[in-house]
């Protein structure tokens, strides 16, 4: 970095090819928002894109809309657009109910393509719903399945011949930490396991190619860096490989090779179809879309840059800042093992986020100890990553987070 002052900060704005683009976003304009990690902005053309679906399409063509604005397409559709984003192909993509579902979906999948074997493989530090959907499967499966968790650094050399599928985050989510998504998929297929990764934290921020990759099965959400609305519906990709070879267990009629022909039995779709379950919500759909499709209009490699470059500058103004303050960081110094965040440890990091959030800055806390904040390159400024470490310096320096309103615990943190 040239500088550390806030005009060097506002000269790499100046500079920055991606500046346009926060245009494209509502965001207030008392707010430095980090938490697009947990739920994006709104894009500017969400709006209009849903009232014209309420008022034209439910509104006036009513059912018909099925067929005449294409809602039936709306899982296929979207799929085929994300896959563009993480290195998938046509058909491989399907987007469908949440997360936990669609892993619900994939390791079934993975466990049968792989029969005589029962060891699930993650990380410790995982998402716990991962773990947790992974631990609810292997009981109801009652075959002796288990999930092995080990340390971060362990997890090629614990893959063995019992491990049936390695489940990973591709970012984790309290540190920010990124494995290597083709070396971990390489070694698994060396030890005749399936790889499953989860893309949560990575789509719309990092780049992910899991053609280049090798990878067997994918899950991400959709209201992240994707911008598609508060509990906006998942995807998940299965390679093309393995699609005619698993019939999955959440057989709904949507995914019925012929759903309006109303058989009795059940006859899998053909190809990413099957993994389709429920019939599509189409709001959160089309909101979901509007993200996408912006998305799609930018440069990849751009988009890491000014993501590397942001959380580089935050974590150098931090720590230029907060010197002696009690701060330790807990993300990868190397930006080319860091996803699009940056974490730091506190002894009293819920508080200290609550004294930031009333001050205008967002972020969010992660138990026990983390200040976690999230770098949206599409809407993020360099003048809000100093603006932010200014912030939190001075609530460190003065205590100003040691208010007992800041000392209150919430529901979602």
């Known amino acids: 970095m040239s500088g550390l002052s806030r005009a060097d900060y506002l000269a790499r704005d100046a500079g920055d090819p991606l500046a346009g683009f926060r245009g494209s976003f509502r965001l207030p304009a008392d707010v430095i928002y980090l938490d697009g990690n947990s739920l994006g902005a709104?894009?500017?053309?969400?709006?209009?894109?849903?009232?014209?679906?309420?008022?034209?399409?439910?509104?006036?063509?009513?059912?018909?809309?099925?067929?005449?604005?294409?809602?039936?397409?709306?899982?296929?559709?979207?799929?085929?657009?994300?896959?563009?984003?993480?290195?998938?192909?046509?058909?491989?993509?399907?987007?469908?109910?949440?997360?936990?579902?669609?892993?619900?979906?994939?390791?079934?999948?993975?466990?049968?393509?792989?029969?005589?074997?029962?060891?699930?493989?993650s990380e410790r530090e995982n998402f716990p719903t991962d773990l947790y959907m992974a631990e609810g499967l292997a009981g109801l499966l009652g075959r002796g399945h288990a999930l092995q968790l080990v340390a971060a650094d362990e997890v090629a050399g614990a893959l063995d011949a019992e491990t049936?599928?390695?489940?990973?985050?591709?970012?984790?989510?309290?540190?920010?930490?990124?494995?290597?998504?083709?070396?971990?998929?390489?070694?698994?297929?060396?030890?005749?396991?399936?790889?499953?990764?989860?893309?949560?934290?990575?789509?719309?921020?990092?780049?992910?190619?899991?053609?280049?990759?090798?990878?067997?099965?994918?899950?991400?959400?959709?209201?992240?860096?994707?911008?598609?609305g508060p509990g906006a519906p998942a995807f998940l990709f299965v390679a093309e490989r393995h699609q005619e070879g698993f019939r999955q267990p959440l057989s709904g009629w949507l995914g019925h090779a012929e759903p309006f022909a109303f058989e009795s039995g059940y006859r899998p779709a053909p190809g990413i179809g099957r993994y389709v379950a429920g019939t599509p919500p189409v709001l959160a759909m089309a909101a979901l879309e509007a993200g996408v499709d912006l998305l799609l209009t930018v440069d990849p490699a751009a988009l890491r840059a000014k993501s590397q470059a942001l959380t580089e500058s935050f974590i150098a103004?931090?720590?230029?800042?907060?010197?002696?303050?009690?701060?330790?960081?807990?993300?990868?110094?190397?930006?080319?093992?860091?996803?699009?965040?940056?974490?730091?440890?506190?002894?009293?990091?819920?508080?200290?986020?609550?004294?930031?959030?009333?001050?205008?800055?967002?972020?969010?806390?992660?138990?026990?100890?983390l200040l976690r904040f999230g770098f949206a390159p599409l809407y993020t400024r360099f003048v809000d990553a100093w603006n932010a470490a200014e912030a939190l310096a001075d609530i460190l320096k003065k205590r100003a987070w040691d208010r007992p309103e800041f000392h209150r615990g919430a529901k979602v943190t």
């Open 317 to 369: 103004a931090v720590e230029a800042l907060a010197v002696g303050l009690g701060l330790t960081l807990a993300t990868p110094r190397d930006g080319a093992r860091r996803g699009s965040q940056v974490s730091f440890r506190h002894t009293q990091a819920w508080p200290v986020m609550q004294a930031l959030i009333q001050r205008g800055v967002i972020g969010d806390f992660r138990a026990p100890d």
């Open 164 to 228: 049936a599928v390695l489940m990973l985050t591709h970012v984790n989510y309290r540190s920010g930490a990124m494995h290597d998504m083709e070396a971990l998929t390489a070694a698994a297929h060396r030890a005749g396991a399936l790889a499953l990764w989860d893309l949560s934290h990575s789509v719309g921020a990092v780049p992910v190619d899991l053609g280049a990759a090798g990878a067997d099965f994918a899950v991400g959400c959709g209201y992240k860096y994707l911008n598609g």
């Open 42 to 121: 709104l894009p500017e053309a969400t709006p209009a894109r849903l009232a014209a679906l309420i008022e034209d399409e439910w509104g006036h063509d009513l059912i018909r809309s099925w067929n005449q604005h294409g809602w039936i397409e709306l899982p296929r559709r979207i799929g085929d657009k994300i896959a563009r984003l993480i290195g998938a192909g046509p058909g491989e993509v399907v987007v469908a109910d949440s997360t936990s579902v669609n892993l619900f979906k994939l390791l079934a999948a993975a466990l049968a393509l792989n029969p005589v074997r029962r060891m699930i493989l």
